[in-house]
């Protein structure tokens, strides 16, 4: 079992993890393999006031289970030719956090400023906990940079439509959920779909839901959107948040802003703060959107 004791190499050969363990981490960032999974935890910038190496160390063995049980917890989003002619797409993929099958599908893109992926901290936790809850969630490991990690966006929601059957997932009326960078991802595409990337037409997301970030851009094609953002954040702005809403409610679209006080960026899940059960409210917020 895996402990905050175990370091990333002891992770890198667990056998279950063959092949794809180094993108379980962020790849940008310089860590040494000497790390244990509580210092890696704490190691990711912008996220160390608030990631709990206990999580960490539970999503480990849970995905690990998952693949003893038989289930694959990753999938490739571009095809070995692609990866051939762009070796860049080899340090993409979708880790799946299965729910419940035929059940609605979750993407979550975590931030890091176009600069590393935070998954440890946001979108792992989240990903975890919308299983748990009977989502198929997915967490997109992408390529650090905003027209990069679009097109990975694109393509793995291309890639869920298209894989939707032997996945056992509904994609009707899916989520794009993000934290800083990561949110305005799934702003960008909740607006502009899959087509302008060279993907197929598929349908456009059912609900957005985006943590800590500036981002102001209203298109008037905007779907259903949450906001969630600390009044301490000095990275994102929570009152460009609320302005965004408001706009986006303006234009008759279901729009809403919780706003926390005394929280810094890259809260997550907000364990133990008072922004604890967000999440839930997305949920719902969710729910009550899908078509």
């Not at 992926?117 to 198929?136: I, K, T």
């Not at 234009?251 to 810094?264: D, E, F, K, S």
């Amino acid at each position: 079992m895996f402990t905050e004791k175990t370091t990333l190499q002891d992770i890198y050969d667990t056998q279950e993890f063959a092949g794809f363990a180094r993108r379980l981490f962020p790849l940008d960032l310089n860590l040494s393999p000497k790390m244990t999974l509580a210092e890696v935890t704490k190691a990711l910038p912008w996220y160390n006031s608030y990631a709990l190496p206990s999580r960490t160390v539970s999503i480990m063995n849970e995905l690990r289970g998952h693949v003893r049980a038989g289930q694959t917890i990753f999938y490739e989003i571009y095809s070995p030719e692609e990866q051939a002619k762009d070796p860049s797409k080899k340090r993409t993929g979708l880790v799946f956090f299965q729910g419940n099958p035929n059940q609605r599908v979750a993407i979550v893109n975590a931030g890091g400023a176009f600069q590393f992926v935070g998954a440890l901290q946001d979108s792992f936790p989240h990903c975890q906990y919308l299983a748990r809850q009977g989502y198929n969630a997915f967490a997109l490991i992408y390529r650090p940079g905003a027209k990069t990690g679009q097109e990975d966006l694109a393509r793995a929601i291309a890639f869920l439509h298209e894989h939707e059957k032997e996945l056992e997932i509904d994609m009707t009326d899916y989520s794009l959920w993000g934290g800083s960078a990561g949110a305005r991802l799934a702003a960008w595409l909740g607006n502009k779909g899959t087509e302008p990337f060279g993907e197929f037409a598929y349908p456009k997301a059912g609900a957005i839901v985006m943590q800590y970030t500036g981002f102001n851009q209203v298109t008037g094609q905007e779907p259903s959107t949450m906001a969630v953002v600390g009044t301490a954040d000095w990275i994102a702005d929570y009152q460009v948040m609320q302005a965004r809403i408001a706009a986006i409610c303006k234009n008759g679209t279901p729009a809403i802003c919780n706003v926390y006080q005394h929280l810094n960026h890259g809260f997550g899940l907000g364990e133990g703060t008072v922004a604890e059960g967000w999440i839930d409210k997305a949920i719902h917020f969710w729910k009550e959107n899908m078509r």
